[in-house]
């Protein structure tokens, strides 16, 4: 349609070029040439107004307002617990949910089927059913498998039937999705590796950006990440792969890294009831107290939603600060852009609005050459063996401040 469009546009351009050369000597120097003029322009005047629709259409479709911004395709992989291993999980999914530019196509339980958590579904599923019953928006989602890939071109099809749903899910997803999708992990890499080594040449034709919320940049002194040490192959894989992979380390030298820590009374205070239900279900093991769970009653995860939240409970979740390390990655994937006003507000938009006019970069990604070794450790020292786009902390305190107050502002709006 819009081809077709464009071709009626260039026509009808040319067509008017030739108008346009053809008559204005004669305009000047002849009567006749001047009445012949005026009567093209009636006999044409239909076809000139259709032009003049088209080209302000199109001018509006390019222009940086469009009526409805597209949304990025999303497959999303989270190692999303209940109760939470580590909440920043929960503060990624809400802040995947807060962001309508986004279309979730599906979600990947990353891990789920640990011994010690025998539930079929995996108990990510309790923060996905909250999410989805607050945002109003669903998302079909699959359990991932169940152990480490065996070396970085494993399929993972000798795994439990169980747990071949996530990559699968992938597969499926991606050949049926109309143009490119994004990819982006929170937790290993494993279901997004296992899937690109069945089908590399899909993912290759199908996939935009994978984000890779996993790894370290060089050795920063005493850090380490689980996402990397719970599935090194499946990182490599993802890293070496030769797809644009948005490569956001957890930790790294250089200000090569995401990590950030969150006031969540900042970010929560102006959240809805049924969001603040919803982070302190996961901080309560479900019970509604901070405190030992021990023989408390776990409640019905949707029902808890539209509890009167215990005041001195949100207080606790409030008084708490939070590591945390997706948040940049899923606005990146969302094409989105940080502005700033004079008060010192951010916001997270493809344009400015309002009085939020500064554009800011408190963060990029890098295309950059890197070392990988056999561990799935990177080597800033060395010439590089991939070209991957590297995250950096382009200004630590912007870099907080602004993903603070953007995260306020959208679960405000969830
Ligand atoms: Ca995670």
């Not at 000047?28 to 005047?45: E, G, N, P, W």
């Not at 190692?79 to 279309?103: G, H, K, N, Q, V």
């Not at 909250?130 to 079909?140: K, L």
């Not at 006019?357 to 080597?379: A, C, N, W």
Request: charged share 25%; with cysteine.
């Amino acid at each position: 349609m819009v081809t077709q469009c464009r071709a009626v546009i260039q026509s009808g351009i040319e067509d008017g070029k030739r108008h346009v050369n053809l008559n204005p000597s004669q305009k000047c120097h002849s009567k006749t040439a001047y009445i012949s003029v005026i009567d093209f322009m009636k006999s044409r005047m239909p076809f000139i107004v259709f032009v003049l629709i088209l080209l302000a259409l199109n001018v509006y479709a390019q222009s940086n307002k469009p009526a409805q911004p597209a949304k990025v395709k999303l497959i999303y992989s989270s190692d999303l617990y209940f109760p939470p291993d580590d909440p920043d999980d929960w503060f990624d999914l809400a802040t995947l949910f807060a962001s309508p530019e986004i279309d979730v196509l599906g979600i990947i339980l990353d891990q789920q089927l640990y011994d010690k958590r025998p539930q079929s579904e995996g108990t990510g599923a309790v923060a996905l059913r909250q999410m989805f019953e607050i945002s109003g928006r669903t998302a079909p989602y699959a359990v991932g498998l169940r152990t480490a890939l065996k070396s970085v071109d494993d399929k993972g099809i000798d795994q439990a039937a169980v747990c071949q749903k996530g990559a699968e899910m992938i597969l499926d997803l991606l050949g049926k999705a109309e143009g490119k999708v994004v990819l982006q992990t929170v937790g290993t890499a494993r279901d997004i590796a296992a899937a690109y080594n069945r089908n590399p040449g899909l993912f290759r034709k199908k996939v935009s950006k994978v984000y890779l919320n996993a790894g370290i940049y060089g050795f920063p002194q005493g850090r380490m990440d689980v996402n990397l040490e719970k599935d090194r192959n499946a990182f490599i894989a993802i890293m070496k792969s030769g797809l644009p992979v948005y490569w956001a380390p957890c930790f790294g030298e250089s200000d090569h890294e995401t990590y950030w820590q969150a006031d969540q009374g900042r970010m929560l205070e102006p959240a809805s009831r049924r969001l603040q239900n919803y982070f302190l279900y996961a901080f309560s093991k479900g019970t509604g107290n901070i405190g030992p769970a021990a023989g408390q009653t776990i409640a019905d995860p949707v029902e808890f939603l539209n509890r009167v939240p215990d005041k001195d409970a949100l207080r606790k979740v409030y008084g708490l600060s939070r590591n945390m390390w997706s948040t940049a990655s899923i606005l990146d994937a969302a094409g989105l852009k940080i502005y700033r006003n004079k008060q010192g507000e951010y916001i997270a938009s493809r344009w400015p609005i309002g009085d939020f006019t500064r554009e800011l970069k408190p963060y990029s990604f890098i295309k950059m050459k890197v070392f990988i070794d056999d561990q799935g450790r990177v080597h800033p020292g060395k010439p590089g063996n991939i070209e991957v786009f590297v995250f950096h902390k382009n200004d630590p305190d912007e870099y907080r401040n602004s993903l603070e107050s953007i995260l306020r502002r959208r679960f405000g709006g969830l």
